[in-house]
């Protein structure tokens, strides 16, 4: 499916971004374009061959990827990848403007400069985000690692779990310019859970996380070296060590 998700379609997911608030701020975030992207690249100037895109989660900033050592990560690994970090903050979500800013102010322009690969790699909301912009463009992307993403309120997640999983579950007639959940949820069940997918998707999560039960039913149709599961909550460290877990299992490539 390629349809465009409809204004109606973010009522649930806006109500969510703005109750999970981790700072607890309540202040409307334009959408600004273009994007402002924080770029880590050799100490040289130079390029690499390839690119990371961290997409942030709500709490925190574009900046935590930093902070949480992610970047240092990826440099003491001496892996091939430069890597950004565009404030992907929940402004462009609700303008529906995420997927498009992205395209024009990341991806092609990367592209544009040779570059050979490009991974997505998102934090909670930024895991949604990553998912929309492969469902939408998967031509531009090799791979994603979602971690602990958002996945949809608890109505979507206990219909899928009482339906037996995602493969038993049917999404029944729906209009993928409303229920963005449902659209979401068909994908994953159709292609992304599809092991010769043209989009390698993993996925990492705690096992205390409160959005655990959506992160088990992905898992459930993922190739099993595609999840890391690990002790922890919804929290910056848990997610810190998801990173170094995948990138020790030398999936960055």
Same mark, same amino acid.
């Given at each position: ?46 390029r ?13 900033s574009?900046?935590s990827f ?10 003491? /690994? ?17 303008a ?36 929309w ?11 994603v ?5 958002f ?11 009482e ?10 007639? &729906? ?5 963005w ?23 990492? &999560? ?12 992905l898992?459930?149709i993922?190739?099993?070296? /595609?999840? &890391? ?25």
């Amino acid at each position: 499916m390629t349809a465009r998700i409809g204004k109606g379609a973010f009522t649930a997911m806006t109500v969510f971004l703005w109750t999970f608030w981790l700072t607890g701020c309540a202040y409307f975030l334009g959408a600004d374009a273009p994007l402002d992207v924080l770029r880590y690249g050799p100490d040289d100037g130079g390029r690499r061959p390839h690119l990371i895109v961290f997409l942030r989660g709500q709490g925190g900033s574009h900046r935590s990827f930093e902070k949480e050592g992610f970047v240092s990560a990826v440099r003491q /690994r001496s892996l091939p990848f430069d890597m950004v970090a565009p404030n992907a903050h929940v402004g462009y979500y609700v303008a529906e403007s995420l997927v498009s800013r992205l395209k024009t102010d990341v991806i092609d322009p990367a592209k544009a400069q040779g570059c050979r690969r490009i991974w997505l790699v998102g934090a909670s909301m930024g895991g949604m985000g990553a998912l929309w912009y492969t469902r939408l463009h998967p031509e531009d992307i090799d791979g994603v690692y979602v971690i602990a993403p958002f996945l949809g309120d608890a109505e979507i997640i206990g219909e899928i779990a009482e339906a037996g999983g995602v493969r038993n579950w049917s999404p029944g007639p &729906y209009d993928p310019s409303e229920d963005w959940e449902r659209l979401l949820w068909d994908w994953l069940k159709t292609d992304a859970g599809n092991p010769d997918a043209s989009v390698p998707l993993y996925l990492g &999560y705690g096992k205390e996380d409160r959005f655990v039960e959506a992160h088990r039913l992905l898992a459930a149709i993922l190739p099993p070296e /595609r999840v &890391y599961a690990v002790d922890g909550g919804h929290d910056p460290e848990t997610m810190r060590r998801l990173w170094l877990r995948f990138l020790d299992d030398g999936r960055l490539r």
